[in-house]
């Protein structure tokens, strides 16, 4: 199989079960670490529900990262004008930005546009825009190197999501970010199959190795990347309770998240 990143030969990696019925391969790129399964058959069948029973992080996500885009473009973008979500799901994102007072639009051609009506990519004349974001969508793609091409057609920078794959079997088997449960994620990317797409459309990588990147081409220092990224010190209900707490700690609880998400996960096996 040829690499969907770099037309180099990609080798199977891993065989496991998606959709509680398929049992698919996944291959790896020598050359530039991107792991992709087969060509999925099942997608249709993955997105008969465009948002995953299992995406319960989708209001926190896009919460944290409407404050993280927040400073990304007061950063490095102070003079943009408008932006676009690519693959912006129900519209919760750029319904928070427009509340921000950050003019995005959205595009999506498998979700209904729920909380940010009238202001889809058909509703803007001047359809160029000075800011891309693409949160938790690059794993989603087929054709990654055609899509990004395709959000590069509407604005010269793309800030996205995606989690950077691990190196062995092993950990790929535990990796929760493989979502078999779901079968949409098919494309799992490493730094270098990211730097690879960057040269390709002569653009520039920053990232935070981890999760969140940047390709443009503007010249920037990634530590600057990085620490526009970072969380601040005190959450939005921390700065609260100490304005009119005198400062005390509220009791905190653990999040319910990843409990909520493993008891999901075992009705839908026990559904399959």
Known sequence: MKCNICNSEASFFYKGEILNK?????F????CGFIQTEKPYWLNEAYSDAIATLDIGLIGRNLELSAIT???ISTFYGNA????????GYGIFVRLMRDKGFPFYRFDTHC??????YFDIADVQQKKFDLVTAFEVFEHLENPVEEVKKMFGFAP????STLLAPTSA???DKWWYRAPLSGQHISFFSLESLKFIAKQNNKKLYSNNLNLHLITDLEIDNSAFIKAISPKRKTLLERVSGKFFSDKELPRRKSLLEEDYKSIEERL???G
């Open 22 to 26: 398929y049992t698919i391969e996944y």
């Open 28 to 31: 790896k790129c020598a050359n």
């Open 70 to 72: 927040q400073k990304i």
């Open 81 to 88: 004008k408008q932006f676009l979500d690519y693959g912006g």
């Open 112 to 117: 209904e546009n729920t909380f940010a009506k």
């Open 157 to 160: 920078s793309i800030l996205f």
């Open 170 to 172: 092993e950990e790929f």
């Open 269 to 271: 096996k026990k559904l």
